[in-house]
């Protein structure tokens, strides 16, 4: 760039006194960031020298272009002009730049909002998580009764859904999720190998990691795994699916054209998850037992025979029987939580990643609960 254009672009702001009291600012060359722009003290030196100054004008004509630079200028003129009482006139200007400068000036932020923001009472806050959870109680026992009428029309024979829904979501619950509770199971059954053998090693009785890991799995661990790994990915999923279908509306024209988004959405949902979870859990406790048996034969050197047979000694059916109830009580609570924490969701695009962590929250808690809840009534029952 020549050595006077670089001086013009510098010197793009000049003044002249129309009368005593108005200021007149010609505003030439190119007002852009990339280039030297004058600032508001400039035209305050001149606001403040001589006469005093009441009103302010602006001559556009000698300019070439402009982007955001020459709005922050003028704001900021705009606003130490107010401070001073000083009229700032905005004719001379652009259409586009006072168009921008009116919406920038549309909607100012309210003084002290951001103090009083931080201003609310700890008895105000308490009050409002008691509502919230109050109202959060009465949609959920909302939701649950409106779940039970649909599964008794389920049972009356007139819910109105796809079975060919019902097999895909059955296919997604199901086969779909083999991977990752093959993954996880087998760990869990390697590590609860790996903590018995540190103890019972001490004593001789490695024997006995076979007994400790099948009926930790079979019992109570292998449905517990896999309702977490189902909170995780399934009650997420139903949660984020039936969330953007509230925001796009589509669970609105269910009800328009007189379809229950219960028993058309929901009910394959929960029948699909309540279906698959024991048969996951089936599988998730003998992923467990090959994981302490690879524990137990590889590096505690027992026998393959005497591992199984250890097995299927301590192993009891009614272990078998207690963790499917397990599963299936999970399966029904994680799908219950993903479908309501979706029909919950508000109309934004956020709503939705907030009911999919509402739903994995929730479903999880619900498992530990119901956890120890079972735990408690077999012990009881002494089972």
Known sequence: ?????????????????????????????????????PGADEVMKQVEAGPKVRRITF?????????????????????????????????????????????????PERAGARREAKRILF??????????????????????????????????????????????????TGAQALPIVS????????????????????????IYVASLVGIAMVRVMGAIMTGIIMAGRTGAAFAAQLGTMQVNEEIDALKTMGISPMEFLVL???????????????????????????VGVGLLNLGVMEYFNETQA???????????SYGAVFGALVAL???????????????????????????IVSIIVATAIITVIYNALGI
């Open 1 to 37: 760039m020549p050595a006077n254009e670089s001086i013009n672009t510098r010197s793009g702001l000049s003044f002249d006194r129309l009368s005593e009291d108005t200021l007149l600012i010609r505003i030439e060359g190119e007002w852009k960031l990339t280039n030297i722009l």
């Open 59 to 107: 001559d556009t004509e000698g300019l070439q272009g402009w982007d955001s630079g020459l709005l922050t200028f003028l704001i900021a003129v705009i606003d130490r002009c107010s401070k001073s009482n000083v009229i700032v006139e905005k004719e001379g200007l652009s259409q586009g730049v006072q168009r921008l400068l009116n919406l920038a000036a549309a909607v």
């Open 123 to 172: 008895f105000a806050r308490v009050g409002e998580s008691a509502v919230a959870f109050w109202n959060s109680t009465l949609e959920m026992l909302a939701f649950l009764g409106e779940a039970a009428l649909a599964f008794l029309n389920l049972f009356r024979g007139k819910a109105r859904f796809r079975f060919s829904d019902l097999f895909l979501l059955m296919q997604e």
């Open 183 to 206: 993954v996880i199971s087998l760990l869990v059954g390697l590590i609860l190998a790996f903590v018995g053998a540190i103890q019972l090693s001490m004593f001789g009785a490695q």
């Open 268 to 294: 394959p949902r929960m029948l699909a998850l309540f279906i698959m979870m024991p048969l996951l859990c089936l599988y998730a406790d003998l992923m467990g037992v090959i994981g302490g048996f690879i």
């Open 314 to 324: 301590s192993v009891k059916l009614s272990y078998v029987w207690i963790g499917l």
């Open 337 to 363: 939580a993903g479908c309501m924490r979706g029909m919950q969701c508000g109309r934004s695009a956020s709503a939705v990643g907030d009911a999919t962590t509402a739903a994995v929250v929730t479903s």
